[in-house]
């Protein structure tokens, strides 16, 4: 799994049109204040330990955010960020899997539907912890970090 | 390389911090409306064939400009997009090179400034073509396009 953690003033978005993989959902819009937006690829290597890579995820994303004090969190699914992607299927019980667990933890989540074009608008706060890449394993201690 | 493509209404920095690597420049801030932000990173592999992955990229990049009819360019260097990073002063080289031949073919351009902390704004439209991710290789034939 790939992770871009953005300290965000703000993230908003639209789902504009459906893709062909697009979530059945009526949350087609949403803003938060003062968030973690975790842009999200589930990766092919992911379908097979799912149970340990939301876990390493959690693990890195709550990391982040008790490091910068913030208790919202936007789970943002980014196929970009990924050359090598894990089915629809499995991603979409990934990310509800992530937004389920992160809100069981006490934290407010905004969660982007899967499989739709949408627009947005994001504003980076851009102090030196606030744009963070992580690349998710099963086994987390040889992860990439980035801190740049 | 890899290149992140957002047709954006508008893209704005503003250089926070040095890192060890920054840029000397005076330009530590922008803005463009009506852009496509290119998002770069330059990676290991690029070193070697500089010349023929300059012109690989402006090939995507012209060729993604023309289809959305956009005149404006911010190129941004964004090394979380990799985790294989060419060497700081390599990656600056090509970036500027970047700007410069495609000033020299007609483009406004806007290069932020390489190896800083960046506070940015930016709006992506949403449409299906206002995302899109590229893998920048010396042979183009066998590239990864993703055009969702
Ligand atoms: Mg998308
Ligand atoms: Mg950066």
Redesign the interface.
Known sequence: MKL?LIHSDYLEF?A??K?KIAEDTDRLEGKMEECLTVFTAVEKGDEKNQEIIVKNALDEIIKVAKNLKVNNIVVYPY???S?DLASPKVAKEILIEMEKRLKEVGYNVLRAPFGW????????????L????R?ITCDMKER?E?E?
């Open positions: 871009l639209k504009t049109e893709t196929a970009h960020l050359s074009y949408k627009s947005f608008k994001i504003s980076c706060k851009g102090h030196p606030s744009e963070l890449s690349k990439d980035k740049k």
